[in-house]
């Protein structure tokens, strides 16, 4: 047989070999066998590597799993063949999305609204709202989640969408559209999430709003389905702590945050907030083992380390109180409580006068409104004329 015939056999063969298994990848799928059908696509890709229906089944399947890397592989395979695919790119950025690759997500969704013959896709929307959120461009964020709803009433991540914008709500201080959302999904929450979250939601919302007595009834709500859940234990304990409850108890405040504590023993912030309610009965002993078991279990939290120098400020130990701050702020320099603290301190010792007011002006560029800083600024200022 001549070499001209026997190539056109070899490509005939190939081609129905790679059919072949992208039909019994079909068939898989099909039979609900995604394993057999992911291996089906492979096989069929062995076969012709530039197979676009294979790759793009292999990618859809393995993107369905949540197998992100390997489907961001096979949409990558895709558009190097055709790069002009929009709704590749759209389902290439939410693999990088899944896999926290934002600056690539935004790339690809950018290359999917310029690809796309019609652009208005829920999926697409919904995809580029999760990244703006992770970002925290919480307008934008807002804005991509209403397209959808607006496209689909009936999405099928509309539930998720509320429960996002809850919380961008609840971060903008919209509180009233936070406790809609909230309030909406309570009966049908987005998995993993149940309705014991979003009544924690609802009780957040509530304390933000300084309805404290709504909020209590949320949290008592969780410990009624759930007594021992960690985290109603933890709000409420931190409630019945808070100055200006018409209930504030102290003694109950230790008595919920031990019980948490005991609930989940790997939570550092309960045992931050012993460590706050005991400062503020004055019991610095007690106060400081709390703290030290919330560093040991993160020591990165800078709000930790904060109150850990005020602590330190307060028994006299100001070069320990010192070296709290400046790890508090090694690790997040833009906290004003901090640097309020710390020129506290400058004041107080050694005279320190130029330090302090430097401390007190980055705490006043942070948080430009707060009345206690600027009074204390203005007063330095005068006395030692710097500024």
């Known amino acids: 047989m001549a070499q001209p015939q026997l190539q056109v056999l070899s490509q005939k063969l190939t081609r129905l070999n790679e059919e072949t298994w992208i039909l019994a990848g079909s068939l898989a799928q099909q039979l609900d066998q995604p394993d057999f059908a992911i291996f089906a696509y492979e096989t069929a890709l062995r076969h012709n590597p530039y197979s676009i229906p294979a790759l793009t089944e292999a990618a859809t399947m393995c993107k369905g799993r949540e197998i992100h890397q390997k489907a961001a592989t096979y949409f990558e395979r895709i558009l190097h063949i055709d790069e002009n695919k929009g709704e590749i790119w759209g389902a290439l950025g939410h693999c990088y999305l899944m896999m926290d690759n934002l600056q690539k997500a935004y790339t690809a969704y950018q290359q999917a609204l310029d690809k796309l013959p019609n652009a208005m896709e829920p999926g ?85 709003q300084k309805e404290y007595t709504l909020a209590r009834s949320d949290y008592e709500r969780v410990l009624k389905e759930v007594p021992n859940h960690a985290k109603g234990l933890q709000h409420l304990g931190w409630l019945y702590h808070i100055d200006g409850t018409s209930f504030r108890n102290p003694e109950l405040a230790i008595s919920f945050l031990t019980r948490s504590s005991e609930s989940d023993p790997d939570d550092a912030f309960t045992f931050y907030q012993l460590g706050r ?77 130029n330090d302090a007011i430097d401390a007190f002006s980055r705490a006043l560029e942070l948080d430009p409104g707060n009345a206690q800083i600027k009074a204390r600024l203005d007063a330095l200022t005068r006395q030692h004329g710097k500024r």
């Open 124 to 208: 697409l929307w919904y995809g580029i709202g999760i990244l703006y959120d992770k970002y925290g461009s919480y307008k934008v964020a807002e804005e991509a989640f209403a397209a959808v709803l607006k496209m689909d009433p009936n999405f099928e991540k509309a539930n998720e969408i509320y429960y996002r914008l809850g919380f961008i709500y609840m971060q903008q201080a919209k509180y009233d559209l936070s406790l809609q959302c909230f309030e909406y999904i309570q009966n049908c929450p987005p998995k993993p999430l149940t309705k014991i979250d979003i009544w924690l939601k609802i009780g957040h919302v509530h304390e933000q």
């Open 277 to 353: 309610c005991y400062m503020a009965q004055g019991k610095h002993t007690k106060a400081y083992e709390a703290y030290q078991k919330a560093v040991f279990k993160d020591e990165k939290d800078p709000r930790f380390w904060c109150s850990i120098g005020v602590l330190y400020f307060q028994i006299g130990q100001a070069k320990d109180a010192l070296d709290a701050y400046i790890r508090a702020i090694s690790f997040d320099s833009h906290i004003s409580e901090v640097w309020f603290n710390l020129g506290i301190l400058y004041e107080s010792c050694n005279n320190q006068m």
